[in-house]
């Protein structure tokens, strides 16, 4: 029997007769159902979405799905000499997937920034010889579909190859980076997930509890990230929808946190406002 799928997340919850009765992960403050209510799907082995693979950089791919599926993260797969560490994989098994990574040396382990983004992992480590699946431990009630290959981790952890995984919390108590240290010309960069996000304005990334739901992030909270990004080198970041800071990222997120965290506390104010705090 197949693994049910949410629609609206594209995680996967365990084989059984009936689907469970709610998503946990979209009936949440931080995702959303739409008012028609839950609704499942049995992942599909033979569904046939395009992929599009793009080298984002060496050693880095970027895995896209047409049509996309559930919240419609890309994938990134991080090439190191100690195998392939596959980064939030969509809620999808499909041949055009499975026969990619089949030719480009398979999956050594699989790691997620958050759990909104872990989409089929457990059936890929499955297809792959049950390779560990990264899940933070402070996250651990969110696992939709528990097997052993789920691997918790507090923390920091290695994964493979110098790559390390970093936990930031914020957006989930758990919400991590994955630190490539070789990546960006050997000035490091990170993948961040929904941890940092990127926006529109080139130059800035913010930071939230929800997304979907606009609902922002405690002055602690910001500063707990950028507390927990300080030990690390980097200079580049990839978020999880396309979005890429180049160069200058550690300055990017030290002064979007700032202004961030000065509109949230009333420290900046607009200079039209007549009501503004002196
Ligand atoms: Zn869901
Ligand atoms: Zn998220």
Known sequence: MRPWMCVFCANEFPPGETPPAVCPICDDDRQWLPVSGPSWTRLDETADNVLTARELEPGLIALSLHPSVGIGQRGLLVTTSEGN????????????????LDAHGGVAAIASSHPHLVGA?????????????????????WVTRPDPVVHFWSDTTDVLGGVRLVQCGGHFPGSAVLHLPAAADGR???????TVKGVMQPGMVTFMRSYPNMIPLSPRLVCQIVDRLGDLRFDRLYDAFGVVVREGAREVVES???RYI??????????????APS
């Open 121 to 141: 992992s457990v059936s890929l480590s499955h297809r792959y010889g049950r390779v560990p699946v990264f899940y933070n431990d402070s996250d651990r009630r």
């Open 85 to 100: 560490i596959l980064w939030e994989p969509p809620g999808f098994v499909g041949p055009s997937l499975v026969d990619w």
């Open 188 to 194: 490091g960069a990170l993948l961040t997930g929904d």
């Open 262 to 275: 000065g509109w949230v506390t009333d420290e900046i104010v607009d200079p039209d406002d007549p009501h």
């Open 256 to 258: 979007s946190a700032e």
